[in-house]
């Protein structure tokens, strides 16, 4: 037997001792091992589906550039970014990205277990998807958290931490072929933080870059899903994401937002922190560019409340931050597992407010927690009144299979259902907007609201206004005068002249809007399209070498 250090075993309790390395991370460096196909086996669908499917065009062979994929994402800002690297990826290699579903070879339907309802839509798309003869590759953590679920067995799947495959993934599929990359990436034994972040990206938004710092998260919340999907933390190392940070800049984007399950518990596995990291990239976002910070559970922002209040009051930094409570009773974070009480979170609030100018908090509400009391809702009640959370995510309890909350007893539904009404009477019952008007801003704009009519720019506390559409207007820092106020947003009018805009720093080639919901830079599509063009042409030479000799 060779001779390999792990093969040293000194004694039979180290194959249980929890230090020891397991067999599959023995392997990270072996780098050629591919996982082999699998010819794709029925996917067990309802008999009314099974009856309409309609036969898939099996592809021999892959021509870069001849097949189109349509990209599908539900959840978070983290599922997001993934779905961009995804596209960056396929784009790339020359397949063409499409929004016309229905013209699409290939659909990649990247998922959200967190709720029901957003699981129950991501499993009729597979089965519209499966109806219409289409190539169906599943990713996000619905097919990570539950990979032997019935509807997709027999479908292609790409883990959380395994985008960067995607195109292999896509290639296979179209052959009829099921490949399912699950693993969790390594190196030297220890878990990463997912894919590289220098990977190409086709942005929704060209002018904003979502950056996942790290990957899972600390806490054992008993109704959370994503944990089983996600896992423990691992965070990217901190020049990984300034470099990706200026990447992102001086490809147009003037707008950072930051994402992971829980951003406040950054670096706690590598020995850094999030005042660390943000100060370093503070030090990069230029002038009239901004960074978001995203969502951070109330334990891991305690000991950092200093910090974070200088950073927010940044120039350069929104003067905004999500803190979830999900709940204002601490009997039922106890049952939740939150790790904090409402005392700690009520002091994140009152010492940010009182650090950090015009500070907005937004935050999430659980309504009927298995063993939530009409005293336990009505200190959830009394919370939100105290603070007026202009944003407010209010959620009903859904139990996730798998999580100790779904074993829990649960509340009668029309109880659930009318405590969440009450709650969101609470909410519309106020606007925190009200008797703005007149009032003076610089705004960042860098959106188009959802019904086309605006485009949106945010102030520096992050709160949403209406603008006119403007030619050039994207991308661009302007002084506005608020004429209007609704529930969750204000109207404004432009105050200077198109020459004294403000245009953030090498924005202007994405000034005219793609109006795909993908868009890929300028620089990008010429990088690539020589090396599409010559993959293409030895594709097709060697397909005909092939058939004719």
């Not at 519309?428 to 704009?445: A, M, T």
């Not at 820092?477 to 090498?506: H, P, Y």
């Amino acid at each position: 037997m060779v001779e390999l250090e792990e093969n040293n075993i000194a004694d039979i309790e180290d194959l249980i001792s929890p230090e020891d390395i397991k067999p599959i991370e023995r392997y990270h460096n072996k780098k050629n091992v591919t996982v082999r196909a699998k010819k794709r086996s029925a996917v067990k669908l309802n008999a009314e589906v099974s009856d309409e499917l309609t036969p898939k065009i099996i592809q021999q062979s892959i021509i870069p550039g001849s097949q189109k994929v349509y990209v599908k994402t539900w959840g978070c800002s983290h599922n997001n970014s993934d779905s961009e690297y995804m596209a960056g990826q396929l784009a790339a290699y020359g397949y063409q990205l499409t929004d016309a579903k229905d013209k699409a070879d290939l659909w990649l339907l990247n998922s959200c277990t967190v709720k029901n309802p957003s699981e129950d839509t991501f499993r009729n798309e597979i089965e519209n998807g499966m109806r219409n003869g289409k190539h169906v590759v599943v990713a996000g953590c619905v097919p990570q958290g539950a990979p032997k679920a019935d509807y997709l067995r027999g479908l292609s799947v790409i883990g959380v931490q395994q985008i960067d495959r995607v195109v292999e993934v896509v290639e296979e599929t179209l052959k009829g072929h099921s490949v399912r990359l699950l693993q969790n990436k390594k190196q030297q034994g220890k878990r990463l933080g997912g894919a590289n972040l220098a990977l190409p990206k086709v942005r929704k938004n060209p002018l904003i870059e979502i950056i996942p710092i790290n990957t899972g998260c600390l806490n054992q919340c008993t109704y959370c899903k994503t944990k089983h999907a996600r896992g423990d933390l691992a965070s990217y190392p901190p020049e990984e994401i300034v470099a990706r940070a200026q990447q992102s800049f001086n490809e147009g984007c003037c707008e950072i937002w930051l994402t992971s399950e829980d951003t406040g518990a950054y670096g706690r596995d590598i020995g850094s922190s999030l005042p660390e990291l943000l100060w370093q990239l503070v030090d990069v976002i230029p002038e009239n560019c901004m960074l978001r910070v995203g969502m951070t559970n109330p334990p891991y922002i305690l000991e950092h409340l200093e910090e974070i209040a200088k950073i927010l009051k940044h120039p350069r930094v929104y003067s905004f931050l999500h803190v979830p409570v999900q709940s204002g009773s601490d009997a039922v974070l106890g049952d939740m597992k939150r790790e904090y009480c409402r005392e700690d979170f009520e002091q994140v609030v009152d010492f940010l407010r009182a650090k950090v100018p015009k500070l907005t908090i937004a935050t999430d509400i659980i309504c009927g927690f298995p063993g939530e009391t009409e005293k336990d809702f009505e200190e959830t009640i009394n919370l939100c009144e105290k603070y007026q959370f202009p944003s407010l995510f209010i959620n009903q309890f859904y139990p996730r299979p798998g999580t100790p909350a779904a074993k829990m007893s649960r509340i009668p539904a029309n109880l659930v259902k009318k405590r969440t009404k009450r709650l969101t009477e609470l909410f519309n019952s106020y606007y925190p907007y009200k008797g703005r008007e007149g009032e003076i801003y610089n705004v960042l704009v860098t959106e188009i609201s959802h019904d086309k009519q605006h485009y949106v720019g945010h102030n520096k506390s992050y709160e949403q206004v209406l603008l006119p559409m403007r030619k050039n207007l994207l991308g661009t820092s302007v002084r506005v005068r608020i004429t209007g106020t609704t529930k969750f947003s204000m109207n404004a009018e432009l105050l200077d002249e198109e020459t004294d805009w403000t245009r953030c720093s090498q924005s202007s080639q994405t000034a005219n809007w793609n109006k795909s919901s993908f868009c890929i830079n300028e620089p990008l599509k010429q990088k690539c399209l020589g090396s599409v063009l010559l993959m293409g042409f030895v594709a097709f030479i060697f397909q005909w070498l092939w058939r004719h000799l």
